[in-house]
């Protein structure tokens, strides 16, 4: 098995066997921490002379020769938090980052806590448990010192892995103090001081990706290099509609191919995200499972939505944008009276399509099923809820099912779906041994949980300076009963609501039988670029420049709801002066665009500068972006990497990304026709970020969602035409 | 069929159907997992090895048509200063966030240095457009390049420096 600490395999061994002694800290949900007061643990040295090592709480072993091993609790997907959360733990237990080493945590939530990576959320929820983690470990090493001493532990002080009483100039090394330390109760955590943040010395400070040195030099780290001893290779064969199912197929022709081992029919349970009916091909290396494909002929009972097309879903919103609203969202004053009474009126349709998540690494899993009892490996952004998908898809129980997570090759929230593990699961179940199932990039492309297209229309009315006064959108979105489907939905919230004295939000739902999903800042990765260009349409009617018309409508300093307009007003002044806005002359075919969004706590603002050439190619030349997560950059090489990235990921969608059904099916299976950003399109990306005084928040997401209407807004600044569907059509542009 | 292919300096002999593309083999037969698989019709360059230090897709490079190349894998690309130095640039500019397309971004580097000591910008759009990162860590794909390559490691396209 791959290993992603460098420490010896014996002390892996020896520390798996002394879990049940340890000290067990976990932390609630919602963030707050209880340590819980079982007996603390200390393992016997080994009869070699490596040294012993001592276990302060869940997170945090220090060796006799003063290595530290942190506990990293989360899913690693590419967004650092292998190495932010270590950061958090070591600042407060006060060691140098250079004795740490860092363990992945198995997916144990009793034991850590809610573990999971989605939502830009593990920053908010762990700035202060993780810390107080650290904190209340340095007690521990603090009290032994003082008790070793027999001096107030009030006079001891730390530094850098070791316990120092000035006075006496007396000092211990924590590995010296380790053993004992463990053996002393843990501290009142809410109680425990932390440190004044202008003292930090790993926070605030760039530390690169832990993982990076085994990265660069191809070690296995990935689910899809998961080996294990006996392993067989399978594919999985899904309708190609969503929730067909498989009647039969030639499966003993299949099994007549070189080096198949079982090909057989799965018949599915559940919904969407429980495990689908298929066709399971089991095999000595997985390239020969996924040739065999080539010969397979499966009759497939395609069930209810084979006829469903993107075509019929846009012309289906188009006639559901004639009536009413089936649902009101928000409302505010009298929209109707105030269009009428509007010295300019505004009409504008917009739509996005459904997009795929396509992580560069495809969906798989390793299971093993034996005894009763299933070990998995698995790339997941979210653990412990395919642990409960595969407990009552195979009739187990959680306790029976271990799962290891593996670094991901990209999550975007496609990982935090699971069907993959369950898949996997149930193959090696059927077959009686390890199985390692891996997806080819056409299943990936074709069995997503996609973000839901949507259709917006517009209205909006302006008084005879220009001033909104009237604001109305329709949203024609998916789902049943009154229900969104997941990410298909709108709040009360979403800007303008508070912000026009007459305003409407109303939503109509087309049933559908879409899988459909959380992609990276979901839901404010589309409204965001249908707001922040309508808002721009409003702007250019009223005559006025669109980065001050926003100002303008952000209006008084205040928090509205959880919304504080100073911090959004900041993000955006600042983005005009870093951008040269207003104080560029734009060579022919190049405009400037801004755009600003509130997403998972975080306020972004971003201006883009295109430029159109011939047949309408788009040339983005340029992203600025500025954000206000609050006080504290906890990493900030990562920090501004994640940054970049999402203003790139967004600039990729606009530029060319649609997943399009007909015939209930996906018409793309591969990046020639779902295509990502390249290099030769990636623009530079210039980061700023403006500390307040607010709690630390995440940045995995919300830099995204303003760069798309920037986008947009700058191709009307530099051509005329309003971008109101995406992906960007040049063809309009020509 | 029965093939003796060169790979990371080490002669290998081995079964396999001769369709078998040279990525599989690196994979599962040889248990050589840097090379990565992302799409398998050479659109994504997850699976860029070298051979006879030319950037190749592994993914569409059938076993048989290996032949005598010397076949060069991101386990061993640092056997070459140009090599070691991609990959210590990569490190010093923390270029990773996923890392799954770093194997093949840096045997296109690496090939591309070889060959060209002093790329332009341009040179690195050219050279590199074959290797997508979904995660877009494009700038510092970029600066790395550059750094390894001992050139200043700003980005002569920004016009608005």
């Known amino acids: 098995m791959m290993r992603t600490s460098d420490n010896p395999e014996s002390r892996q ?443 917006h229309f517009f209205k909006a009315g302006l008084d005879g300076a220009g001033k909104l006064q009237a604001f109305k959108d329709h949203f024609i979105s998916f789902g049943e009963g009154g229900k969104a489907a997941s990410s298909a939905d709108m709040g009360a919230n979403e800007f303008p609501a508070k912000f026009v004295a007459n305003l409407e939000l109303g939503m109509s739902l087309m049933p559908f039988g879409v899988p459909t999903g959380p992609l990276r800042a979901p839901g404010s990765n589309a409204l965001a670029f249908v707001f922040q260009s309508f808002i721009d349409e409003i702007a250019h009617a009223a005559g006025q420049d669109p980065l001050q018309y926003r100002i303008g409508l952000l209006g008084e300093r205040r928090v509205v709801g959880a919304f504080d307009t100073g911090r959004m007003i900041d993000v955006l002044t600042t983005a005009g002066e870093k951008s040269g806005w207003g104080k560029r002359t734009a060579a022919k075919g190049s405009g400037m665009g801004v755009a600003f969004y509130y997403s998972h706590l975080g306020y972004f603002a971003e201006v883009v500068h295109a430029t159109v050439g011939a047949r309408g190619r788009v040339t983005v030349d340029k992203v600025w972006v500025v954000g206000d997560v609050g006080s504290q950059i906890i990493n900030p090489t990562s920090a501004e990497n994640q940054v970049q990235g999402a203003a790139l990921d967004g600039i990729g969608e606009a530029l060319g990304q649609a997943i399009t059904l007909n015939n209930g099916r996906v018409l793309q299976s591969n990046f020639d026709d779902f295509p990502l950003l390249r290099m030769k399109q990636a623009p530079p990306v210039e980061v700023h970020f403006l500390k307040t005084d607010h709690p630390p928040t995440g940045l995995g997401e919300p830099a995204l969602p303003p760069v798309i209407p920037a986008l947009g807004n700058a191709i009307f600044a530099a051509t005329g035409v309003r971008i109101r569907s995406l992906p960007i059509d040049p063809k309009l542009l020509a | 069929m029965q093939y003796t292919i060169q790979v990371n300096g080490k002669t290998q002999s081995l079964a396999a159907d001769p369709q078998m593309p040279l990525l599989w083999v690196l994979r599962d037969v040889l248990e050589l997992k840097g090379t990565k698989f992302g799409c398998g019709q050479s659109f994504c360059g997850a699976c860029t090895v070298h051979l006879n230090g030319v950037p190749t897709r592994s993914c569409v490079t059938p076993i048989s048509m290996v032949g005598s190349a010397a076949v060069t894998t991101i386990e061993a690309v640092a056997a070459t200063p140009t090599g070691r130095a991609v990959q210590n640039a990569w490190l010093a500019v923390d270029v990773v966030q996923c890392g799954y397309c770093q194997a093949g971004q840096i045997m296109s580097a690496s090939a591309l240095l070889a060959k060209n000591p002093k790329p332009t910008d341009a040179d690195i759009d050219q050279a590199m457009s074959g290797n997508i990162c979904r995660c877009a860590t494009y700038s510092r794909i970029r600066a790395a390049i550059k750094q390894a390559a001992g050139l200043p490691t700003v980005d002569s396209r920004d016009k608005f420096l």
């Open chain 1, 13 to 455: 061994a020896s520390l798996l066997s002394s879990r049940r002694a340890f000290l067990r800290a976990s932390l609630a949900v919602g963030g707050g921490l209880l340590l819980d007061l079982s007996i603390p643990g200390v393992m016997a040295a080994p009869p070699d002379s490596s040294p012993s090592w001592a276990t302060l709480n869940a997170f945090v072993e220090i060796s006799s020769d003063g290595i530290v091993t942190i506990t990293s609790k989360n899913p690693e997907i590419g967004q650092g938090i292998k190495t932010m959360l270590p950061m958090l733990i070591a600042e407060e237990l006060d060691v140098d980052w250079s004795s740490v080493r860092i363990e992945q945590a198995l997916s144990d939530p009793a034991r850590y806590g809610t573990q999971f990576a989605g939502g830009s959320r593990a920053t908010p929820l762990n700035w202060d448990p993780l810390r107080r983690v650290g904190a209340a470990a340095r007690q521990m090493l603090v009290s032994a010192a003082a008790q070793t001493w027999s001096v107030p532990a009030a006079e001891c002080e730390t530094k850098s892995g070791k316990v120092v009483h000035a006075r006496t100039r007396r000092s211990l090394s924590y590995g010296r103090l380790a053993s004992k330390a463990a053996s002393i109760p843990p501290p009142d955590l809410a109680s425990l001081p932390l440190k004044d943040p202008k003292d930090f010395k790993i926070i605030g400070k760039s530390h690169p990706g832990v993982d990076s040195p085994l990265v660069v030099t191809g070690k296995p780290l990935f689910g899809i290099d998961v080996t294990v001893p006996g392993m067989l290779y399978a594919v999985f064969v899904k309708s190609p509609v969503f929730g067909g199912s498989a009647v039969s197929a030639n499966l003993d022709a299949i099994k007549s191919q070189p080096g198949i081992r079982d090909a057989f029919i799965v018949s599915g349970v559940g919904p969407f995200n429980g495990l689908a009916s298929g066709v399971a091909i089991v095999a000595n290396n997985w390239w020969l499972a996924n040739k065999a494909r080539d010969l397979l002929e499966v009759v497939w009972d395609e069930g209810a939505t084979a006829a469903q097309s993107s075509e019929g879903f846009a012309q289906q919103a188009l006639q559901l944008s004639a009536q009413a609203p089936a649902t009101k969202v928000t409302s505010e004053g009298d929209v109707v009276q105030a269009l009428a009474s509007s010295a300019t009126q505004l009409e504008a349709a917009y739509s996005y399509p459904f997009l795929s998540h396509a992580t560069l690494e495809p969906q798989n899993c390793t299971a093993h099923f034996k005894n009763g009892k299933v070990e998995i490996w698995a790339p997941t952004q979210n653990p412990d809820a395919g642990r409960k998908i595969v407990a009552k898809t195979l009739g187990l129980t959680d306790a029976d099912i271990t799962i290891h997570m593996i670094r991901c090759g990209g999550g975007f929230g496609r990982r935090l779906m699971n069907d993959y593990m369950v898949e996997a699961a149930w193959i090696s179940k059927q077959m009686g041994a390890p199985v390692k199932l891996l997806w080819n990039r056409q299943d990936d492309v074709q069995h997503d949980f996609y973000r839901p297209a949507g259709f």
